[in-house]
């Protein structure tokens, strides 16, 4: 059945060339009429090549990520991940763990570095170790260098303490260098070699051992202002030259307090009455022996011996002070 359509067209719509009401009404029935004919359906989606690249990107992307969990994987094995680090790194509460042979390739940052306590910390370098201190404004102040020639040290103040006393046992600075040892040891063959002055208090040698002071090629000058004393409690005090010993006193005396004073090798003259001077000799077999003799000392200070008499037997004009 068709619904009728009334439609009403006013006078002002009849105009040459306008639809008619039997136009209209005949073109509303036609299309009203039942399609017999089968509905067209339109596809959705992508086909084609399209969605043969669409499956080709997808399993790419699913390949990648299946290499990607295979390669995580494989560096968590090899890097040793754990929940408390990797490898021989271990992250602790007090602070980064390290166990065996660690390398690194850029500067390390830490406030402290401790070794475990039953092993030594071993710093290794193919060249050099160097240690850098440097203060608030970046400025180094001192520097530890540990090479295959030479270990250097520049600082203000070089200290090396002992350590259960803290006790400085050695310090360096520019003005002076303070040995505080109770004993200083040198075990070279040469000794001990000073290209200048030293000052000391107390020169001591081993036990059991002799104290030598050797100047090879020039001479040894001992000085002090007030006095310079050398004792040989348990043995005998020897001063032997090659050429001649002085013994000067500018304002005071040299005192000789002993209860044997010998002179050796002094030369002994002969007492003639008959003659102004004698000549060095022994006395005569049939003359009585002499056991008794004069010191004399010649005007320029030298020795000799005359035999004793009755009164004073040195002579001014004797041969000895004559030669001397």
């Given amino acids: 059945q068709m619904d009728e359509k009334w439609i009403i067209i006013s006078e002002e719509d009849r105009r040459p060339g306008a639809m008619t009401r039997e136009q209209y009404i005949l073109a509303t029935q036609q299309n009203s009429l039942p399609r017999t004919e089968h509905p067209q359906f339109y596809p959705v989606g992508i086909y084609g090549w399209r969605k043969r690249c669409l499956y080709f990107f997808v399993l790419l ?160 000058v001992m000085e002090a202002p007030r006095g310079v004393q050398v004792n040989a409690a348990a043995g005998d005090l020897k001063a032997t030259c090659r050429k001649e010993l002085h013994l000067q006193s500018t304002e005071g005396e040299i005192f000789l307090n002993a209860d044997t004073i010998r002179l050796g090798n002094l030369p002994v003259g002969s007492f003639s009455s008959s003659s102004s001077f004698s000549s060095s000799s022994s006395p005569s077999s049939s003359a009585p022996r002499q056991t008794i003799y004069e010191l004399c000392a010649c005007p320029n200070g030298k020795l000799y011996l005359s035999p004793a008499g009755a009164g004073s037997t040195c002579q001014s004009s004797s041969n000895i002070c004559l030669w001397s």
């Fill in 61 to 220: 992307l699913l390949v990648t990520m299946i290499v990607n969990l295979a390669m995580t994987i494989w560096i968590l094995k090899v890097m040793n991940f754990t929940v408390d680090g990797m490898g021989n790194l271990r992250v602790t509460k007090k602070g980064i763990r390290l166990e065996g042979i660690s390398e690194f390739l850029l500067p390390l940052y830490v406030k402290e570095i401790h070794s475990r306590k039953d092993s030594p910390l071993v710093l290794q370098s193919d060249r050099n170790v160097t240690v850098n201190a440097r203060n608030h404004m970046g400025q180094l102040t001192g520097q530890l260098t540990v090479g295959a020639d030479a270990v250097e040290a520049q600082c203000k103040r070089f200290e090396v303490r002992a350590s259960d006393s803290g006790k400085v046992l050695f310090s360096a600075d520019e003005d002076e260098i303070v040995i505080g040892a109770d004993r200083l040891k040198v075990t070279g063959t040469e000794g001990a070699v000073f290209g200048h002055s030293v000052e000391t208090p107390h020169i001591r040698a081993e036990p059991s051992q002799d104290l030598k002071l050797e100047s090879p090629t020039r001479s040894l």
